[in-house]
């Protein structure tokens, strides 16, 4: 018999009182108990990057996290990056405006690792952004986009958008 326990999770600043099995993976937490489906399931073993949010303000792959690791801190999902009275973050609208994604599954990692990036201050150069986005894979190919995508959110960034 597996163990359950009550875990109290912070999720776009909205508290979900939860009871999990201990071993339940913080993505798995996050689609099936807190019915934020936005981060995706790719592969479950930490090689796509489909399930990337963020704990403490920072990237992580919610697939190889715990969510037992992440009670008391912060996490944020894609659903939880608009303004409340729902604006589009810089990120979201960059990836509109270059057209970069096409089925959409692996754009919510590629858009929180996106925030991530610039916030890490990974994003000054093509090059620097293809290496510091390379956790996430798009099998529809629309890296061009991408990379135009994040060089121009991170130039909206330094105007004073916020991330
Ligand atoms: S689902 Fe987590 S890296 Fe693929
Ligand atoms: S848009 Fe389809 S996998 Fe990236």
Known sequence: MSAT????????????D????????????????AFLPGTKKGCDQGQCGACTVHVGGERVL?????????????????????TRDGVMH???SAFMDHDAFQCGFCTPGQIMSAVA??????ANSDDEIREYMSGNICRCGAYPHIVAAVRDAAGRVKKGAVL
């Not at 919610?62 to 894609?78: D, V």
């Open 117 to 122: 990036c610039i916030r890490e201050g990974h």
């Open 5 to 16: 326990r009550p875990l109290t999770l912070e999720v776009n600043g909205k508290r979900h």
């Open 90 to 92: 810089a990120v979201q």
């Open 18 to 33: 939860l009871r999990l099995d201990t071993r339940t993976t913080l993505l798995d937490a996050l689609r099936e108990h």
């Open 62 to 82: 919610s697939c190889l996290t715990l969510a037992a690791q992440a009670e008391g801190r912060q996490i944020m999902t894609i659903e939880g990056l608009q």
